[in-house]
C-alpha cells in the first residue's frame, strides 16, 4: 500500500497537484471528498507540515482553512512571519474519519503509521520541488513522518534540528543540490487543533507563537 506508483517524476507542484487528485495508494480515497494536496509558493522560505485534512479541508479542497488554519494563520502573522512566503501542506492527503450516530457530523481520526507511510511519496515529491530554509512539524503525526517513529513533540518543541539530517530518512528529503539545505533547519510544535482543544488555550496558543518566533528568528538569521 502505497502512493509511489501515482506519483510522476520530474513535474513540478502544479504537476503533483493534478496527478494526486487521482491518488489510491490507500484506503482513506474511498471515503474522502477530494485529495487535499497543498498551498503556497514552491519557493516559499518555510513549510508547514500538518497531519491530514481535516472536514472543512476535505469539502473546499485545500488545507488549514478551517478553525485550525484560521488559527494558524494568526499566529503565522503574530510570529512575525511572512505567509506569502509559507508553502503549507499535510503528512496524509485524505480525510481520515469516523462517522458521527446519525451520520451528520464526521470526527476525526488519527492516521495511523501505514497510512502515513503510504502518503509519504507524496511528501517525498514536494520536497524534492521545494527549497524551505525551516520546515515545521505540526503536531505528533506530522513529526513523527518528519523526524521518525520515535520523536516526541512534548520533549523537543520550539527546538531548531539540522535538516534534513534529523529526518528519519535523511535522502528522501534531501533536494537534488545537497548544498542547497546546508544551513535548513527542522522544527516542531503543537499542532493548531490542539491549541484549540486546550484547557489553557490562551497559554497554548502563546506557546505556538513563541515556537514559530523561534522559526522566524532561523529565517532572519
Not at 3 to 26: I, K, Q, T, W, Y
Not at 158 to 180: I, K, M, Q, R, Y
Request: hydrophobic share 45%.
Amino acid at each position: 500500500m502505497s502512493a509511489a506508483e501515482f506519483v510522476p517524476a520530474g513535474v513540478g507542484l502544479d504537476g503533483l497537484r493534478e496527478a494526486a487528485a487521482g491518488c489510491r495508494g490507500c484506503h482513506l480515497y474511498e471515503n474522502a471528498t477530494q485529495t487535499v494536496f497543498s498551498r503556497g509558493p514552491a519557493a516559499a522560505r518555510l513549510v508547514l507540515v500538518g497531519e491530514q485534512p481535516g472536514d472543512v479541508e476535505d469539502r473546499r479542497g485545500e488545507p488549514f482553512v478551517g478553525p485550525a488554519g484560521k488559527l494558524l494563520d494568526r499566529a503565522v502573522a503574530d510570529a512575525g512571519l511572512d505567509p506569502a512566503q509559507t508553502y503549507t501542506t499535510n503528512a496524509v492527503k485524505h480525510f481520515k474519519f469516523t462517522p458521527a450516530a446519525g451520520g451528520k457530523r464526521r470526527i476525526h481520526a488519527t492516521p495511523d503509521a501505514a497510512e502515513v507511510g503510504a502518503c509519504r511519496p507524496w511528501l517525498v515529491a514536494e520536497f524534492s520541488v521545494l527549497d524551505p530554509e525551516v520546515v515545521v512539524a505540526l503536531g505528533a503525526t506530522a513529526a513523527k513522518a518528519l523526524f521518525g517513529p520515535s520523536f516526541r513533540v512534548t520533549k523537543s518543541r520550539g527546538v531548531l534540528l539540522p535538516w534534513p539530517a534529523s529526518a528519519a530518512d535523511p535522502e528522501a528529503f534531501t533536494h537534488n543540490d545537497d548544498a542547497a539545505h546546508g544551513g535548513a533547519f527542522g522544527l516542531a510544535t503543537l499542532h493548531p487543533s490542539a491549541i484549540l482543544r486546550a484547557q489553557n488555550r490562551e497559554e497554548a496558543y502563546s506557546g505556538l507563537v513563541a515556537d514559530l518566533k523561534v522559526a522566524a528568528r532561523a529565517l532572519t538569521a
